[in-house]
């Protein structure tokens, strides 16, 4: 292998975090966007300099992306390589939000990581602020269905499915189908079986057998370098097929 191909391998398994820090460090305060990246001309951007988008995505029509908390060299909101946002996702962020590669939305998918500050009702909570402590972090290759939620302090795993109108609050394991308000696992991938089973049918073994986050997104760069992206169903402008 080349130094230059030791380099990506390295850096494309670098957090999502990380890799959009240096790429915000690199761009100078401007809007960081990868290489064959599209942003429809309606999506909604508050705090450019605070935002990171990796190769290959595809963010779709009428989105808003919300850095409430900008800091000079800090990413406030990352969306990782060869990643789909689809129509009307909310991304709302306190310290952050962090999409891991192959990362899929559907339609109307929020992420919520502020809320406006409500300790002083005498106030008028358009003048109190926001709350800047949550993290969100979603792992590689997640998907979200229409209409879903994760809201808070929390972290998706990787490989994971997120229902539809699903409300997530709470951490979720890698490899899991998670359904319902609020969001619950209900199915894990079994590796070693080829499907998912009931979460009580998974094992000991079958939670060995789960590759970590950067074993798991090496196997997926190398298989899929860079996806095919479906930029007509980022908005009507796209065109019709």
Known sequence: MSFRSIA??????LPVRIRCLIMSIRAREKVTIGRGSFI???????????????DNVCISADCWLN???RIANAVGIGIGNNCFIGKHNFFTSGKGIYLGDYTLTTIGCRF???SHIFDDPEVPYLLTGTTNTNVIKVGVNCFFGAGSTVLGNVSVGHGSVIGADAMVTQDIPPFSLV?????????????????????????????KDMPDEARYLA???????????????AGKSMGDL
């Open 179 to 207: 359904v319902g308000n609020p969001a619950k696992v209900v199915k894990r991938y079994s590796f070693s079986r080829k499907t998912w089973l009931p979460v009580i049918e998974i094992t000991g073994q079958d939670e």
């Open 8 to 13: 990506r391998f390295l850096y494309n398994n």
């Open 67 to 69: 850095v409430n908390h």
């Open 40 to 54: 429809h001309p309606t999506v909604h951007l508050l705090g450019r300099n605070s935002i990171c988008v990796g």
């Open 219 to 233: 196997s997926l760069v190398k298989s899929y370098p860079r996806i095919s992206m479906p930029w007509i169903a």
């Open 112 to 114: 919520i990581g502020s």
